[in-house]
Each structure stands twice: as structure tokens, then as C-alpha cells.
């Protein structure tokens, strides 16, 4: 997987600026992994930092970028 592939779509608005947090959706679908596979990705179960906001889950594209750095 490419940098350029987590700048795709999902981490820009429609307005073209770029999102700071990622839905738990979006973020599965720039690391091409379903939900379940973030789901167990996500700490304290695995290695990917994520952000909570009341019930809300979010992921920053800097904590996905760092779990791709480690897995190479």
C-alpha cells in the first residue's frame, strides 16, 4: 500500500480540505480490511491508535500510516 492511497477519497471532504479523523468505515476501507479485521486491529486488542469521542470511534490517517510503517 501506497501514501497515496491513504490520501484517497475517504480522508477528503467534498469541499477538496483533508479530514483529520476517519470513520471506523472509512478507515477499514484505506487499509482495503473489513471492519471487523480494524475492529481487532484497534488497541487495546492490536497495534492501531484511535481516538473516542463520546461513543464515537475515529481514526487518525497518521496512526494508519504508522501501523503500515511497523508491518513493513
Known amino acids: 500500500m501506497t501514501a497515496t492511497t491513504l490520501n484517497a477519497s475517504p480522508a477528503e ?3 477538496g480540505k483533508e479530514r ?3 470513520t471506523p468505515r ?3 476501507e484505506t ?3 473489513c471492519e ?3 475492529w481487532s486491529l ?3 486488542r492490536g497495534p492501531i491508535r484511535c481516538v473516542r469521542l463520546g461513543r464515537s470511534v475515529r481514526y487518525s490517517l497518521e496512526s494508519l500510516r504508522e501501523f503500515i510503517a511497523q508491518q513493513s
Open 13 to 15: 471532504t467534498s469541499h
Open 20 to 22: 483529520l479523523l476517519l
Open 26 to 28: 472509512e478507515a477499514a
Open 31 to 33: 487499509l482495503s480490511v
Open 36 to 38: 471487523k479485521s480494524l
Open 42 to 44: 484497534t488497541q487495546p
